[in-house]
Structures are given as C-alpha cells and as structure tokens.
Nanobody, 122 residues
Framework: QVQLVESGGGLVRTGGSLRLSCAAS????????MGWFRQAPEKGREFVAT????????VYADSVKGRFTISRDNAKNTVYLQMNSLKPEDTAIYYC???????????????WGQGTQVTVSS
C-alpha cells in the first residue's frame, strides 16, 4: 500500500513557474515508477510525465516537453514536477500516481493522490 499526498499547487501568471511535490508513505516507494497526470474542467485525466524507480528514465507528454521536469528523491520518498513557462492551458488538478511499471497509461497506476490545483492566469 502506498499513500500519496501532493502539494505545491497554486495560482500563477502565464510564463511563471511552480514546483509540485508528492510525498509517499511506505517503505517500498523506490520500487515504484511514479507519474503525474492532470485533469482540466470537463476533460479526462491525461498523462503528463513519468519516471522510473531509479530516476534515470523519464517520459513526457508532448504538450509539456521542454517545459516540465519530473524528478524523484527516494531517500525522501518524494517525487517532484517542476513546471516552467506555464500556460493557461496547463490549468488543471494535478495528480501523482504510483505504478509497478513506468507507463503513460493511467489504468496501470494503482495508487493515486488527492490532487493539487494549478491555475495559470492569462
């Protein structure tokens, strides 16, 4: 069992930056691939980024590539999402999730956080 708690969301202007954190409980955090997903109003939950258990392999959605960076600190049981050059279309609730394998497919993620709101004003 893994429990996930996101933080770091907020209101930012276009072009600004935010850093999301996701703290995980449990001793097996380092054995999971971690992902970030987001859900905008009236839209489905979409993949943003994923990182493997060791942190040396990452995958990004095309919409965030070059602007967002996912990283993890296994000693702190935490995964991060650094978001730069934010756009209004990045506005969404951002969720972190844990999976036994790194994948862009949300159904492969067994554990989810409650989400943190990110709002980008124009």
């Amino acid at each position: 069992q893994v429990q996930l708690v996101e933080s770091g969301g907020g209101l930012v202007r276009t072009g600004g930056s935010l850093r999301l954190s996701c703290a995980a409980s449990g001793r097996t955090f380092s054995s999971y691939a971690m992902g970030w997903f987001r859900q905008a109003p009236e839209k489905g939950r979409e993949f943003v980024a994923t990182i493997n258990w060791s942190g040396d392999s990452t995958v990004y959605a095309d919409s965030v590539k070059g602007r967002f960076t996912i990283s993890r600190d296994n000693a702190k049981n935490t995964v991060y999402l650094q978001m730069n050059s934010l756009k209004p279309e990045d506005t969404a609730i951002y969720y972190c999730a844990a999976s036994t394998r790194g994948t862009v497919t949300k159904v492969a993620y067994a554990y989810w956080g409650q989400g943190t709101q990110v709002t980008v004003s124009s």
